[in-house]
């Protein structure tokens, strides 16, 4: 084979493997009404319009649901987090290691785990909460707080979560969305989304 | 020869798979039931477009680059200057912003491209379309905005539209050069570089965007003037009400005789 055909090939391959994965990907309609276990856990949510479930995840025991895509409207599930692992998936454990839920965490401190785990993950310096109160999630005590973070697009988000803690494992449901026009636009649906989750 | 046929059938295997989300993707939109003829008397605001120009470190991360910056937005303005009289309709150029109008007008430009961003990946591209945008192709809706706040803009109560253009242009370092090339003997595909441009015409009351051109492979190295004539070609064919396609067949063949 000559070298400018074995280049041809290469580059042949190239391309094709470079197409596969992205489409691997199938998003999933969650539909209004209907309702849905979180990740296959017990955490179960009835939506009360259309969203879509990504595909993928950013950790073990996580689910993203959206919209309008990611960057504008993001609904994130941490269904049940074992103690001793991270909310998200580590880039490298070594370089870039991220906080870790813990038997000793309080409730009180769970913003306070987002906000560390985002200063990492999303490289966000101008991570703050806003405000934290106490409240019910998932018909338990839980910890309701919101939050103000200047992601690496530029853009100024606002998110609103709930957390509980329940037999050992943190349970939480947050949502995120630019601060102009998207956060006032879907945040009645999450809340009304959050309020639906149920856990046996 | 019975192995380069093995791994051509091997290829084209993987692609036809893959139906080919890469080269058939739209690149433009139309929201349902928006028309702009020419000379319609409808002003356009054209606000100062964002550009984003760096190099990609060997790691993959993007280092601002000062000049390659004034320089790109300095041909881009010459080629938007240009192109105006080509857009069909009243063009205003917006007042330059300080202070409080400057950083609204910056958050404004970053939600841009994030809705943008969200087009191209979440209903533009084949292969990664969310159902619900799916479902919208197929009633020919194109529904996206930006909020009625564009209705603040400096020079927004001057104005029916705003013209939106992002640009965010990364060229390979040498070092992520010459990890593509070992990425490649290696069979890992390593990208080196983006070229990502965005125009919108935005409705300035709704905040609606009302005809989107977005590519994430654009064409026109803009740290040149030709190139950045060239990206601006490229930013505005299919401007509703604009004559731009025409002018450049014109051109083109007037520049052959």
Redo the contacts between chains.
């Keep these: 084979?000559t070298l400018p055909?074995l280049r041809a090939?290469?580059a042949?391959?190239?391309?094709?493997?470079?197409?596969?994965p992205?489409?691997a990907?199938a998003?999933?309609?969650r539909e209004s009404g209907v309702s849905v276990a979180v990740d296959d856990s017990p955490l179960t949510v009835t939506p009360s319009r259309?969203?879509?479930r990504l595909d993928g995840n950013i950790g073990k025991h996580t689910e993203r649901w959206?919209?309008?895509?990611?960057?504008?409207n993001d609904v994130t599930f941490y269904a049940g987090i074992e103690p001793g692992k991270p909310l998200v998936r580590e880039r490298s454990k070594k370089r870039e290691p991220l906080p870790k839920f813990s038997t000793a965490t309080l409730l009180v401190e769970v913003p306070e785990l987002l906000e560390t785990t985002y200063r990492t993950y999303k490289n966000s310096g101008s991570f703050k909460v806003t405000t934290i109160e106490p409240g019910q999630f998932l018909g338990r005590e839980a910890v309701h707080f919101t939050y103000e973070f200047v992601d690496q697009?530029?853009?100024?988000r606002q998110g609103e979560a709930r957390a509980a803690i329940i037999a050992g494992r943190l349970y939480m449901i947050s949502f995120e969305a630019?601060r102009?026009?998207?956060f006032e636009?879907v945040i009645a649906q999450f809340r009304k989304l959050a309020d639906s989750a149920t856990l046996p | 020869m019975r192995?380069?046929i093995f791994?051509?059938l091997?290829?084209?295997a993987?692609?036809a798979?893959?139906?080919?989300?890469?080269c058939a993707q739209e690149r433009s939109a139309t929201r349902q039931g928006f028309n702009l003829p020419a000379q319609s008397g409808k002003k356009i605001l054209l606000l100062r477009p964002t550009m984003r120009v760096g190099e990609q470190s060997t790691g993959g991360l993007f280092e601002p680059n000062a000049d390659w910056t004034e320089q790109a937005r300095a041909n881009i303005g010459e080629a938007l200057d240009a192109s105006q009289r080509n857009l069909g309709n009243e063009i205003i150029i917006a007042p330059d912003a300080y202070g409080e109008d400057a950083r609204a007008l910056?958050?404004?430009m970053?939600?841009f491209?994030?809705?943008s961003?969200?087009v191209i990946?979440?209903q533009f591209?084949v292969?990664?379309?969310?159902?619900?945008?799916k479902r919208d192709n197929k009633a020919d809706v194109f529904d996206?905005?930006?909020?009625?706040?564009v209705a603040s803009l400096p020079g927004a109560d001057g104005a029916d539209y705003a013209l939106f253009i992002y640009n965010r242009d990364v060229y390979g370092s040498t070092g992520r050069k010459m990890l593509q090339v070992v990425g490649?003997l290696a069979?890992v595909?390593v990208s080196s570089g983006e070229h990502v441009g965005y125009a919108g015409l935005v409705d300035l009351k709704t905040?609606d965007l009302l005809w989107l051109n977005a590519d994430a492979q654009m064409g026109g190295d803009v740290r040149e003037k030709d190139g950045a004539a060239k990206r601006v070609r490229q930013l505005l064919e299919d401007f509703p009400g604009s004559t731009i396609a025409k002018a450049d067949v014109v051109a083109a063949s007037g520049a052959g005789k």
């Design positions: 084979m055909s090939l290469v042949l391959w190239l391309l094709a493997l470079a197409c596969l992205l489409t990907q998003h999933k309609l259309d969203w879509n959206t919209i309008d895509g990611a960057q504008l697009d530029e853009l100024t630019p102009l026009h998207y636009a | 192995t380069s791994h051509l091997g290829a084209f993987i692609l798979l893959a139906a080919g989300p890469v910056n958050e404004h970053a939600l491209a994030a809705v961003q969200a990946q979440y591209f292969g990664n379309r969310l159902p619900t945008k996206w905005s930006l909020g009625n706040s490649m069979g595909g905040g």
